[in-house]
T-cell receptor
């Protein structure tokens, strides 16, 4: 079946450090891939997306590239800020009624 | 204007009670969802409706009954609440029911005591 695995947290970084959160997926066919972010006490917000192989999604300094050959969609940011502290979810959607399949979430804490 | 809004934001209730959570979207989307987030932050779909028709029912106990009076609303009614129902419930919507992102509400934190 379809599934998403992302690196476990929590991840603690200093401000301006480089961030990578790994995400790999298992899916039949060609899913669309997403990163969602959940700030403390809030709902999920779409951070970026990619709908086909080699697409790069980007937003707010975050980037992720859809790698079909490695079935990965790693999230990166060159210089994190304290305000980036949140839980990040990798997810895929395929033709199964539109349901999103989420990874387990990675909590990021950025210290000043 | 809030795109996907759900009420209430917090709900504390006793075991055995019946409660409802309401959800409305003003995005003109055809598909709406309910997701459950457990205490470890894991998110799992419960239901999906497309134009008021049930598309997905993910082995959720039948104490949970979604109701979609129109395509802009998807409410969740829960009977005979149990301690294990304590979680954050998210409503979401998307333009169609395949291969598109979903837009989420702020969540309802349900605590059963």
């Amino acid at each position: 079946g379809n599934s998403v695995t992302q690196m476990e947290g929590p991840v603690t970084l200093s401000e301006e450090a480089f961030l990578t959160i790994n995400c790999t997926y298992t899916a039949t066919g060609y899913p669309s891939l997403f990163w969602y972010v959940q700030y403390p006490g809030e709902g999920l917000q779409l951070l970026l997306k990619a709908t086909k192989a080699d697409d790069k999604g980007s937003n707010k300094g975050f980037e992720a590239t859809y790698r079909k050959e490695t079935t990965s969609f790693h999230l990166e940011k060159g210089s994190v800020q304290v305000s980036d502290s949140a839980v990040y979810f990798c997810a895929l959607v395929y033709n199964q009624g539109g349901k999103l399949i989420f990874g387990q979430g990675t909590e990021l804490s950025v210290k000043p | 204007d809030t795109a996907v809004s759900q009420t209430p934001k917090y709900l504390v209730t006793q075991m055995g009670n019946d409660k409802s959570i309401k959800c409305e979207q003003n995005l003109g989307h055809d598909t709406m969802y309910w997701y459950k987030q457990d205490s470890k932050k894991f998110l799992k779909i419960m239901f999906s409706y497309n134009n008021k028709e049930l598309i997905i029912n993910e082995t959720v106990p039948n104490r949970f009954s979604p109701k979609s009076p129109d395509k802009a609303h998807l409410n969740l009614h829960i009977n005979s609440l149990e301690l294990g129902d304590s979680a954050v419930y998210f409503c979401a919507s998307s333009p169609q029911h395949s291969n598109t992102e979903a837009f989420f509400g702020q969540g309802t934190r349900l605590t059963v005591v």
